[in-house]
């Protein structure tokens, strides 16, 4: 197995995103990092661009990945083998890495070869399914959405800093991607706000750049005050509608199985499990 390593989004895009449109729902977060202007988080130092070949004469790629500290790094799924080659490259590039995420064989095999080489421990945190949904039911509730304006960018990124508070991420990274997620669909026309019936914001969400056919909602909050209305529900079954209205095949969801009055969220709009992903934590 050969590590390749890039700090370019461009020349990940050009290497490995024809891969990793293979299976553009499973990897969608490494395509938008790859290919939304947005899609590269605030963080330290340089972002890193990871993809495995196998030792056959072309050279095929057998796995990818993304990592900017202090986030966890998303990787595809890929052999053991090559997870285990992944750690071994990386661990002299970005030995303060602090976790990995991404399918469950895959992260289990380079999480242990991790915890082999640097000595810390790798504890199993977050386990997750994937999500898929090709049409939805659309739920409504008492009002109606708008489009997010300029005028929305500070009330939203505070709620989107609430959604992120159990990341593990410093207050300050946590500010910083709140606002480049929330700005960045504003001026996309990609978010929405939530008004009750008198007209007062009670929730937002938005959703990804259609990325090989694939959007990803994010950002779906609900303020404290109105979470009995179904508000989370309308929300996320609102841009999930529009993305599939407006060419997307399929958006994505994650869902963190400790959340457990989401699934029936997610499940209500129309998602259905695709695979188990996991995240582990260096420490």
Not at 145 to 160: G, H, I, M, N, Q
Not at 270 to 281: H, I, N, Q, S
Request: a negative charge; one cysteine or more; hydrophobic letters at 40%.
């Amino acid at each position: 197995m050969k590590v390749h390593t890039t700090s370019s989004p461009g020349e990940f895009a050009a290497e490995v995103g024809d891969w990793l449109k293979l299976e553009p729902v499973r990897n969608n977060v490494l395509l938008v990092h790859a290919l939304d202007p947005n899609g590269v988080p605030p963080g330290q130092d340089d972002p890193v661009f990871s993809w495995v070949t196998d030792d056959d004469t072309a050279g095929s790629i057998v796995g990818a990945a993304f990592a900017r500290l202090p986030y966890r790094m998303p990787l595809s799924e890929m052999p053991d083998a090559a997870a285990r080659a992944l750690a071994e490259h990386l661990v002299t590039v970005l030995p303060d890495l602090e976790g990995v995420a991404g399918s469950a064989d895959s992260t289990k095999a380079f999480a242990a070869r991790w915890a082999e080489l640097t000595g810390k421990s790798a504890q199993s945190e977050r386990d997750q399914w994937l999500m898929i949904c090709t049409e939805t039911t659309r739920p409504t509730a008492a009002g109606g959405p708008r489009l997010s304006t300029e005028d929305d960018l500070d009330t939203v990124a505070e709620w989107f800093m609430s959604g992120m508070r159990d990341s593990g991420l410093p207050a300050e990274q946590i500010a910083q991607r709140a606002r480049q997620l929330a700005g960045g669909q504003i001026a996309g026309g990609r978010q929405i706000v939530w008004e009750d019936q008198d007209g007062t914001p009670v929730g937002a969400a938005g959703w990804g750049l259609n990325i090989a056919g694939v959007v990803r909602p994010a950002g779906v909050f609900v303020s404290p005050d109105h979470r009995a209305g179904g508000y989370a529900t309308v929300l996320l079954g609102e841009v999930t509608a529009r993305a599939l209205e407006n060419g997307a095949d399929a958006t994505v969801c994650t869902h963190f199985l400790k959340y457990e009055s989401m699934l029936a969220v997610v499940e209500k709009v129309g998602y259905r499990r695709l695979a188990d992903f996991t995240e582990y934590r260096f420490e």
